[in-house]
């Protein structure tokens, strides 16, 4: 009997269905910008312990290296809840902007990574907020492969001299 690949009767049904844990976020990022929207929270100040950060490195076991504006950069964590598992993952890249709690520093406790916003609350947190730093909406910041990666091309303009010598070369002589 041929292995079954497409799973029971009931996998078609869960196939489309949004995750607990995206609920989750989703719901965690709208309260913050119900939030933000009332005047509850100010993610501006320096003081505050809930901010939005914006994915700087991977650091490897569930550590990121986040940029918090200026020239404030933390290590986050995810909490274990953010991870595989039943309902889904929360997958976090380089470059995605993300609510961190930084924690109570008379505990020594780490910064967390709360949740991660998705496209369409960014662009609600750009209009909320157009004081914010432009970086945080840009492509990745801070990468450490810019300046080493790539090929860098000569733009001098000593190529139309070069194109009259191309141009004396019989190709039928070769």
């Known amino acids: 009997m041929p292995k079954n690949l497409t799973g029971g009767n009931k996998a078609k049904k869960g196939a489309n269905k949004e995750g607990s844990k995206s609920i989750k976020n989703k719901r965690l990022v709208e309260d913050l910008l119900d939030d933000i929207a009332k005047g509850e929270i100010n993610i501006l100040a320096k003081d505050e312990r809930i901010v939005v950060a914006k994915v700087d490195k991977k ?3 569930g550590r990121f290296s986040v940029w918090l504006g200026g020239d404030r950069i933390v290590q986050a964590t995810i909490p274990g809840r953010m991870g595989k598992g039943r309902g889904g993952a929360i997958w976090i890249d380089v470059g995605n902007l993300v609510r961190v709690d930084l924690g109570d520093p008379s505990v020594r406790m780490d910064a967390m990574i709360e949740c991660v916003f998705s496209s369409s609350q960014i662009q609600r947190l750009r209009k909320m907020l157009p004081e914010m730093d432009g970086r ?8 450490s492969s810019d300046d080493e990666d790539g090929i860098e091309f000569d733009r001098s303009e000593d190529a139309p001299a070069d194109a009259d010598a191309d141009a ?6 070769i």
């Open 59 to 61: 650091l490897g076991q």
């Open 136 to 143: 945080f909406f840009m492509g990745v910041i801070g990468s």
């Open 168 to 173: 004396d070369i019989n190709v039928d002589a």
